[in-house]
């Protein structure tokens, strides 16, 4: 039985060396119906899931310096979950923060390094 809290996956973000080309990709070439992002991201809705377009970083942006896809799960309660693990011994490498979009969202490291987003709705 869960009792943390996870509930499904809920972003995918992906890497992008060219975001107007691959946002039209997405669009056009896929179907994919535009998600609106109050941070002024791309997304796209594929189902509950959300698949988000982040640009490679460049001198001074804040975007992706990876080409790994980044992980967003939704969970019942993310502040909650965050003092739990880090009560387990989980490495909490991103603190949750409130987005203006109204999400508590923070982030984890597993076993190998690779960070784990989350994120519940505030309220």
């Known amino acids: 039985m869960d009792t943390l809290g996870w509930q ?3 972003v995918v973000a ?3 060396d060219d975001l107007a080309r691959a946002e039209d990709f997405y669009r056009t070439r896929l179907g994919l119906e ?4 109050a ?3 791309v997304g796209f809705a594929l189902g509950d899931l959300t698949i988000l377009l982040k640009p490679l970083a460049g001198p001074g942006s804040g975007a992706e ?3 790994y896809p980044r992980l967003t799960v939704a969970v019942a309660d993310a502040p909650r979950l965050a003092r ?3 009560a387990r011994g989980v490495t909490i490498s991103d603190a949750v923060q409130l987005y203006d979009d109204g ?3 923070g982030a984890l490291l597993d076993s190998e390094g690779n960070k784990l987003w989350f994120c519940s709705e505030a309220g």
């Open 34 to 37: 535009r998600r609106p992002q």
């Open 103 to 105: 999400y508590w969202v």
């Open 65 to 67: 310096k990876s080409r």
């Open 39 to 41: 941070d002024g991201d």
């Open 14 to 16: 992906l890497a992008v």
């Open 8 to 10: 499904a996956l809920k």
């Open 84 to 86: 739990e693990l880090a």
